[in-house]
DNA sequence: AATTTGATTGTTGAG
DNA sequence: CTCAACAATCAAATT
């Protein structure tokens, strides 16, 4: 799949069904990909209707992949990982993002530099398409001239682009997104999926009877097996039912990365797919960085042996079981095992990272890794932005912003000037909330939590209310009073991650 | 082939 | 027949 993020872009423009309207992330997207032709064009559409149905839509699939796919770009140079931090986020991005005309196209936006995930954000109408509305004509008159040349080529292709909602992502999103996760990683666990809901209820019973009715659907052809037929005769195997009591087996550091990652950009785009969620996560994992990579690798290890413990507990207790069934089985069989091994998830959390206050990301991240990202402000983010060539070189392609925008409607007001003049000239009456950075800078950066320099203010604000929003979700993830060093320590890693993330990816951009 | 999540689809069983 | 509950599948990417 060569598959983009930033061409699907042109779906952030229209407002998704799923949108959420208080995300502010497509204002800056659009600043950011300002540039990119067809994101910005299908924004740009003085027909709203187009945009809607476009979204309407959506769904998915993109059928026209050939917009999407953009010749793959020579990764840039991409900086020592251990100085991108520093670099990018103190000189590089900031500075690529203020010096950036309002107007300056990227030369050359490859999808490595978008690399991140731009997811981009649809939120930025609300579902009824108000705020394009109003907002278009700024935005037009942002992009007027690109604009305009890709209504006339390209307008109809974005429409149905299934991918159009991930282009949405900024790269910036990215690194919110990571300072997320190692904020609030509680969220995603925490309240997200309402867990248990659908296979969390295990039904002892159900397996057998599942095998049974799976027999029975291959032997008769009935539906099941139609949906099968329509696409893969895929995984026919995937039957295992397993004990629920059984321990799980560890998921892998990218699992991990992508069930923390995942929720946070689900969070911020709404509409985003799987696939879309997918990609941004990969990109966020390359970008991430060999430490942050361990991190998650230890607690793969980690949960690893907690698994093969729980795996001996539980084979030992099926053991006692099965000598229990014969004598009495009821009792013995379910308490024990279940007893023995928490259901879901305590393969995870670690013992330090169980007393944490935060839940969910105690499950993955544990303060150590917290640390890790504090201590190392993600120059994998914005070295894998860079080192992907994943994007292809769109002359006009916008810069990556994989902005998950993040609902702030509260902290815009709270402080941003800047924000609030943005507003103002954006005319953005619907959407007030939106933290506009700066029509130049397109990438939201998350910046750090409370005192940010005046540079990085623009982002910092932005972070901050991201953060907060998201934080909603998980008591956990919003800093807990008791979690004072990680308020410390994150403003700094926020800092790194989100600002720097962008960084190489920019500069190769901008550079080049 | 396994995992990640969430939506969708389909089946089953109960009312 | 309808509805709730549950299971399976699928998406992209990584291990």
Redesign the pocket.
């Known amino acids: ?1 060569d ?1 983009r993020f930033y061409p699907s872009a042109p779906t952030a423009v229209g407002s998704l069904p ?1 949108a959420d309207p208080t995300c502010l992330g497509p204002l800056d997207y659009y600043h950011c990909n300002k540039f990119d032709g067809e994101n910005m064009y299908m924004g740009m559409n003085d027909n709203n209707q187009e945009f809607l149905s476009a979204n309407q839509t959506y769904n ?2 993109n059928e026209n992949n050939e917009d999407y796919e953009i010749p793959p770009i020579t990764p840039p140079n991409l900086p020592d990982p251990s100085l991108l931090h520093l670099v990018d986020h103190e000189t590089g991005y900031h500075s690529l993002c203020h010096s950036l005309p309002p107007n300056s196209l990227i030369p050359a936006y490859s999808y490595q530099n978008m690399d991140l995930p731009a997811i981009m954000v649809s939120n930025m109408l609300s579902q009824d398409g108000h705020l394009l509305s109003s907002q278009l004509p700024t935005i037009q008159e942002m992009v007027h001239s690109e604009a305009t040349s890709y209504e006339s080529n390209h307008q109809v292709p974005l429409i149905n682009r299934a991918g159009m909602y991930t282009g949405h992502m900024s790269a910036l999103s990215q690194s919110q997104l990571i300072s997320q996760m190692g904020l609030r990683s509680g969220v ?2 925490g309240s ?2 309402p ?1 248990g ?3 969390a ?3 002892p019973s ?2 057998t ?3 049974e ?2 027999s ?2 291959k032997v008769t052809g ?7 037929l329509g ?11 397993k004990d629920p009591n059984e321990p ?2 560890p ?6 990365f ?2 923390d990652t ?2 946070a950009i ?1 969070g911020q785009n ?1 509409n985003a ?3 879309d ?3 941004i ?3 966020m ?2 970008s991430l960085g060999e430490e942050q ?1 361990q991190a998650y690798k230890r607690k793969t290890e980690a949960a690893k042996k907690e698994y093969l413990k729980a795996l001996a507990a539980y084979r030992a207790s099926l053991v006692s079981k099965s000598s229990a069934d014969q004598g009495e089985t009821k009792s013995a069989q379910t308490n024990q095992p279940s007893k023995m091994i928490p259901p879901k998830q305590p393969l995870y959390t670690m013992p330090p990272q169980a007393s944490s206050p935060y839940p969910g990301l105690g499950s993955f991240l544990s303060p150590a890794d917290l640390q890790s990202y504090r201590g190392h402000p993600h120059p994998g983010l914005s070295r894998t932005l860079n080192s992907k060539p994943m994007l292809p070189s769109i002359s006009a392609s916008p810069p990556p912003s994989f902005q998950i925008s993040p609902p702030l409607h509260q902290q815009l007001s709270l402080h941003h000037p800047q924000s609030s003049i943005l507003n103002q000239s954006l005319s953005m009456q619907q959407v007030p909330q939106q933290p506009i950075l700066s029509p130049s800078m397109a990438l939201q950066v998350q910046p750090p939590m409370n005192s940010s320099p005046p540079g990085q203010q623009d982002f910092s604000h932005i972070s901050s209310e991201f953060q907060n929003s998201v934080g909603p979700r998980s008591p956990a993830a919003s800093n807990p009073p008791g979690n004072t060093e990680w308020d410390n320590e994150y403003p700094s890693r926020e800092c790194g991650i989100n600002h720097c993330s962008m960084l190489p990816r920019d500069k190769s951009l901008y550079l080049t």
């Open positions: 799949m598959v799923g998915g699939q995603t666990h997200p999926s867990p809901s659908k296979s209820t295990p039904s159900s397996s009877q599942e095998e009715t799976e029975h659907y009935e539906k099941r097996p139609l949906t099968d696409k893969k005769p895929k995984n026919q195997k995937k039957k295992k039912k799980q087996k998921v892998s550091a990218y699992a991990l992508f069930r995942q929720a689900k709404p797919t799987f696939g969620v997918s990609k996560v990969a990109s994992w390359d990579k």
